[in-house]
Structures are given as C-alpha cells and as structure tokens.
C-alpha cells in the first residue's frame, strides 16, 4: 500500500527552523519524484521543493529559494524539508506527495497521485 505520512510541525517563534518528514515506502523513493506544499488557511496549495528519484537533484519554487532545502534518505526511506529563518507567512499545513514521474516537472497539484496527511507548522511569537 502506497503510504505517505508527515510529521515534524509545530509552533515555532519568527526566525526559528523546523525539519519536516515525509516518510515513504521504498518503492516510492526507488520510483517517483517527492515534492512538498504547502497550503495557508484560504489560501491555494503551492508548491514548495521537489527531488527527483533518479539522481537526487532539487528544484524549489520560486517564492521559496534561499529559506528551504529538500533531501532525501532512501536507507531510512525519509524525505526531509529543512526551514530555516521562519516567519509567520509560513504558517501553513505542509504535504508531501509523490509525483507522476521519476523528475520534477510542475508545481501542479494534480500532477501528484499520492499525498500524506499534512503537518501543521504554525509561526508565532
């Protein structure tokens, strides 16, 4: 059974990090591409950073560059967004999905079969 599941938000005060997971079966890593989103209370799901399954490079939007870094352990079957200098624009629930493809090719939700839950990741003083 495909399984993705988040895990690692909470509330976090302006300028602190987080380290989200995304855990995943093996086949999905060997497999897919692994993005993550995010999605703010009225807001639209948007796209945050991708990995590709075939040789481990990384692809964020544009809105995201600087503060975000994606990675992946495929012994611990692990995907990982690290976010650094939170602000409270950030809250957000944030997912992780598994692609239609080996590469990273859109931001497009329905461009993604498979998403976890969602963690809620909430900046706040």
């Known amino acids: 059974q495909v399984q993705l599941a988040e895990s690692g ?8 990090s987080l380290r989200l ?11 897919d591409a692994i993005a993550w989103f995010r999605q703010a209370p009225g807001k639209e799901r948007e796209g945050v950073a991708c990995i590709n399954s075939e040789d481990d490079s990384t692809y964020y939007a ?27 624009e950030d809250t957000a629930v944030y997912y992780c999905a ?7 090719r859109s931001w497009y939700p329905s ?7 969602g963690t809620q990741v909430t900046v706040s003083s």
């Open 9 to 16: 938000g909470g509330l976090v005060q302006p300028g602190g």
């Open 21 to 31: 997971s995304c855990t995943a079966s093996r086949f999905i890593l060997d497999y």
């Open 62 to 88: 544009d809105s995201m560059k600087g503060r975000f870094t994606i990675s992946r352990d495929n012994v611990e079957k692990m995907v990982y967004l690290q976010i650094r200098n939170l602000n409270p």
């Open 111 to 117: 461009d993604y079969t498979y998403w976890g839950q």
């Open 98 to 104: 598994r692609a239609r493809s080996r590469a990273c």
